[in-house]
């Protein structure tokens, strides 16, 4: 059965504290993502990554960094937590070549005090 | 930007009672995929339409894809608490893997 895990249901920082939300596949998937999902604006992408070292900014990549040193693991960074940046955040991860599912995790729920 | 709009927003109706959400854009994409989401869950994919016209039905869902490629509708007939939750649709842009989801339409069926 297909599996996306993230480290951490919920996590409660500090304004300034860098965060680390990491995210794991047991699919052999190509493709990982980083979403966020605020009410009213459904998904927006933060980064996409397609192959291992390889990335791609999304539409709100401001205030974030990722990194995929493997495969099934791709990590979402937010080097100096504000509070904007309090949301849900998805992992997703797929194979490669067009018209695929994404298959997501249960978000990671963050709130910056 | 391509964007990908939704309505309504909300959706409050009684078990029993049929629903349509409409998903619009200028854009035009390669494919389009509707995903449900469940409190505390991800998305999970209900359908991928691929074909200008196209009408998919999975069980009391109907789905169909616009003839310009543009727009999607999802119509529930008979809607059951079962139902409830956040309806997604996402366009499959050309040449690249990624998604552009809508903006999302939260559905409560009351029994």
């Known amino acids: 059965d297909v599996k996306v895990t993230q480290s951490s249901r919920y996590l409660v920082k500090r304004t300034g504290e860098k965060v680390f939300l990491e995210c794991v596949q047991d699919?052999?998937?190509?493709?990982m993502f980083w979403y966020r999902q605020d009410p009213g604006l459904g998904l927006r992408l933060i980064y996409f990554?397609?192959?291992?070292?390889?990335?791609e900014k999304g539409d709100i990549p401001e205030g974030y960094s990722v990194s995929r040193e493997k495969k099934e693991r791709f990590s979402l960074i937010l080097e100096s937590a504000s509070t904007n940046q309090t949301s849900m955040y998805l992992c997703?991860?797929?194979?490669?070549?067009?018209?695929?599912?994404?298959?997501f995790g249960p978000g990671t729920r963050l709130l910056v005090l | 930007t391509q964007l990908l709009e939704q309505s309504p927003q909300f959706l409050s109706i009684q078990e029993g009672e049929n629903l349509t959400v409409y998903c619009n854009s200028s854009?035009?994409?390669?494919?389009l995929q509707w995903y449900r989401q469940e409190p505390g869950e991800g998305p999970v994919l209900l359908v991928t339409?691929?074909?200008?016209?196209e009408v998919k039905k999975l069980k009391r869902l109907t789905f169909q894809f616009g003839d310009a490629r543009k727009d999607s509708s999802l119509h529930i007939t008979a809607a059951q608490p079962g139902d409830t939750g956040l309806y997604l649709c996402?366009?499959?842009?050309?040449?690249?893997?990624?998604?552009?989801f809508g903006t999302g339409t939260r559905l409560q069926v009351f029994p």
């Open positions: 997703a991860s797929s194979l490669a070549g067009g018209v695929e599912t994404q298959y």
């Open positions: 854009s035009v994409f390669s494919s």
């Open positions: 699919m052999d998937h190509e493709n």
């Open positions: 990554s397609y192959d291992v070292k390889m990335k």
């Open positions: 996402a366009g499959g842009a050309y040449n690249t893997d990624k998604l552009i």
């Open positions: 339409v691929v074909t200008g016209g």
